[in-house]
């Protein structure tokens, strides 16, 4: 039903951080808890936590490995720089054993940008 839906654009930039469970990037881990998220989003963020390889067990919330990452936190802001603050911002909040982050989503979009002024 996608060809069903209203596509809308908004000015401004938008950061997706990948916090990946350990053994990144081979075989993931599975079973850790993860804390830090309230029903899975961040509570007092308009950051959105996208799942991929999460799962509920015993009602916590844990990595359940595959071939997806676990978390992907997107912000958006009016610019590229702002984005990717408050996407590595709301990042920090989330936590679990053997966190994997990638500290360098963005570098070569900021450094284009830098090489335009």
Same mark, same amino acid.
């Given at each position: 039903?996608? &060809?069903?839906? =209203?596509?809308?654009? *908004?000015? %401004? /930039?938008?950061?997706? #951080?990948?916090? /990946?469970?350990? %053994?990144?990037?081979?075989?993931? =881990?599975? $079973?850790? =808890?993860?804390? $830090?998220?309230?029903? $899975?989003?961040?509570?007092g963020? &308009? /950051?959105?936590?996208?799942?991929? %390889?999460?799962?509920?067990?015993? %009602?916590?919330?844990?990595?359940?490995?595959? +071939?997806?990452?676990?978390?992907g #936190?997107?912000?958006?802001? !009016?610019?590229?720089? !702002? !984005?990717? =603050?408050?996407?590595?911002? !709301? /990042? &920090? *909040?989330?936590?679990?054993?053997?966190?994997? +982050?990638? *500290?360098?989503?963005?570098?070569?979009?900021?450094?284009?940008?830098?090489?335009?002024?």
């Amino acid at each position: 039903t996608l &060809d069903q839906t =209203e596509v809308r654009f *908004s000015a %401004g /930039a938008a950061a997706c #951080v990948i916090l /990946a469970s350990g %053994g990144y990037p081979l075989a993931y =881990e599975k $079973g850790k =808890e993860i804390t $830090g998220l309230v029903n $899975g989003q961040l509570p007092g963020s &308009d /950051a959105i936590v996208y799942h991929a %390889g999460t799962a509920v067990q015993d %009602g916590r919330l844990v990595t359940a490995g595959g +071939r997806a990452p676990a978390l992907g #936190v997107t912000a958006t802001a !009016a610019d590229l720089p !702002a !984005a990717l =603050e408050k996407a590595y911002a !709301a /990042a &920090d *909040s989330i936590h679990f054993d053997k966190l994997h +982050r990638r *500290s360098d989503i963005g570098a070569r979009a900021l450094a284009a940008l830098k090489a335009r002024e």
